[in-house]
């Protein structure tokens, strides 16, 4: 037996005496969760035995109360303990089956020998609670399997630096208890590893990376000081995948002061939320909050107005057409900028002496409060008082009024008109009250009067319920003519000069237009939205502690100053790649990503590109500038083809054998990335009847293996086995940002990319050597070809 057998014997023994623990573990904690649940079943069952009910007296009714908050809070105790049991047992079952994937042999300056650690999702301890039998992967000395060859190495505690020496650096691939692979690495870690995890097919979730996260990977997920900390990463360099790890990092490091309710990830779309959900849960953690911005802007302003969605935004950036479109399109990169912020600041400013509406307050169809008294009010208090402050002054006397009105209106006869509507619950509880009172009146007339003085209270306030609700909320404020009146101003100050786009007036025209048809473009949504919130106040979110931007480079400068307003006090992250800024405000602004972002952060930025195999990122980093940047990680595969054809005829047929070629090799995830919706719907129409495909649309939340067609912008974030990018002609691949379209949909692909081109191929690919890739002309199809 050489070494190598013996150190593979030695392993799988540990293997084995690890996954023993293992299951003694499962045992007892299954033991513990079955009485954890029996008891809960009982405290359910039996909740009121043990509450001593009594309500007599006012003291017996406090103690009843007492004794039930206390019944409540033991049950909700014994549910979250079965709940963290019940998530021990399913980190233990996943440990039963790949109990660790690595192992350093770490010297501690000073000490003569070496210990092994064994790196794994979780810790475990032995039987006897002494000693660690598994590292979690998050503990301070795991990072020595991220950061460090063997060699000399050093990591941090909290009672400061750990140095020493990694005498071996072992990774493993164990399933079903089992050890399947074993290897020693030196410089890099990871190659053979990672060949064999990339190797794999794209699923349709995403994987956690634990096993093999890079060095320049781990800076991100274990960065501690960074206020704002911005990742600009190559395509398929592992952005989100950190992004992630760093989540389940930070749970872990800060448990007892954070939990997943206190982080949120702003996600570029909701297929990619479901994509992702996996990983963390897959770690033993809850998932964080997760949102899209524009589902969040639609919650602030979907009740008032119609918003369009950032894809149907893109969808008329690229088909758009006419005299509207120029102007529109210098509006979308306008509005997305700081400049446009500052107007808006400078707007408001001035609004704190003049130029604010309002609305006139109604009641059953009359006006009660006029918009010239609010106005006079509003302007009557000092103008040093930031607005919002004043507004909620107004709100106070507004509801002072109402309160006044109230008393008035409810001497009116139509109160006790519709009083006779109420529910039987209502005239019961007045009921109850006039019994309760009634203790100290026998007099029956008298009983009558107060009846209905009580139902007349109940429907005036009832009635007025919803208009003080508006109140609080500050609906009073006409912020919508407000705005048109900052847009309509600002044509003259166009006239003095102002830092506006030449055609200003006929942006803020077709503004106008839209909002007063009630609809806000995306362009508008943000500065409105930003707008809105500096006249009635941010209501900023203290209670989130870190917030994740992925695809940052799809935010505008407005609408990150925006987030920063509404999340003030949270550590941010920042992740996206300038070559993938698809938007059409990315045109003439610096991306969130720029090295001129003038905040203070920490910057990291990722070259290497995990994803797709060695000639697809040759090929698609051929056609983007700085593209030499970008290294590819060593995985062969085949070369990328491009097939040129004639006509439709022959690119439908021939896309279909393209399809079934890949599926019959084995590739469970085909993608045939389409430039727009419109032509997808046109693909997926063609295709639907021959073969079994799904269209993904904004609307879509998962996706499943086989065979999808999907507009470029919607792939974002995710990848597939194979991707076929439907038409890669000079007609629909020229603009500036159809390159970063492009090289999106390119950059999608784990194994291997065909691109099909109608007629001439787009000038991006002209500028590929032509060893990179395959060319064929294709003239007509013979079946079977
Ligand atoms: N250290 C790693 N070990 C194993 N796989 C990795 C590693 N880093 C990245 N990957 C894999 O590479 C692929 C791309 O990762 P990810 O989606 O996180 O990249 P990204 O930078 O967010 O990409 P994009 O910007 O193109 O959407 C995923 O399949 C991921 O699992």
Redesign the pocket.
Known sequence: MDEKDTEWKEEQQRVDQVVKEIQSKITSFNERAKGLKEKVIDIRKNFWDDVTVNLDEPDDIIETQASLKQQAEFLSERERSHGQVSEQLKTLERMEDSPYFGRIDFAEDGESTAEPIYIGISSLMDEKDEEFLIYDWRAPISSLYYDYPPGHAQYQTIEGTIDGEIELKRQFIIRNSKLKGLFDTGLTI?DHL?QT??GNN?DTN??S?V????RE?NQIIRNEKSDLLIVQ??????????ALQRIAYLLYSYREVLSSEDIILFSPNPLFNSYVATVLPELGEENMKQTTFFQYVDAQLGRQFTIESPFDQMEYYLTGKGEDYSTRVDGISYKASLTFKHQLEEFVHKLGDEGLRFRNIKFRGEEIISNQEIKSYFYSLENNIAIPNRMESVAKWLLNKISEFERIEREKDWVIEESELLDKEDYLNVHRQLQEENKFSDDTFDDFEREEKLLRKLVIEDRLKPLKQKIKRMFFVDIKNTYIHLLKQSYQTEKKGADLPKNWSAIAQQTIENIKDKYLTWEDSTPYLYFQKMLVGFHENRSIRHVFI??AQDYSPIQFAYLKKLFPSSRMTL???IN?AIYAHALHQETLLSDKMKEKHERIT?TRS??STRPIVEFTKSFMPNGELIEPFNREGEKPVLIEVENTDILNEKLLQEIEKFQSKGHQTVAVICKTVKESEMVYRMLENKIEVKLMSQQSHTFQKGLVVIPAYLA????FDAVIIYNASNTQYSKELERNLFY?AG??A?HELTMFSLGEPTAFINVVPRNKFIHYKIHAVHKGQ
Do not use: C, H, P, W
């Not at 990463?233 to 950190?242: L, Q």
């Open positions: 990871g990672l995890v990339l794209a995403m994987k990376i096993a093999t996260i890079q990977q990463g190559v395509a398929g360099s592992g952005k989100t995948s950190a992925d695809e992740l996206g790649d993938q990722l995990y994803r974002k974030g995710i990848e999106t950059t999608r784990m």
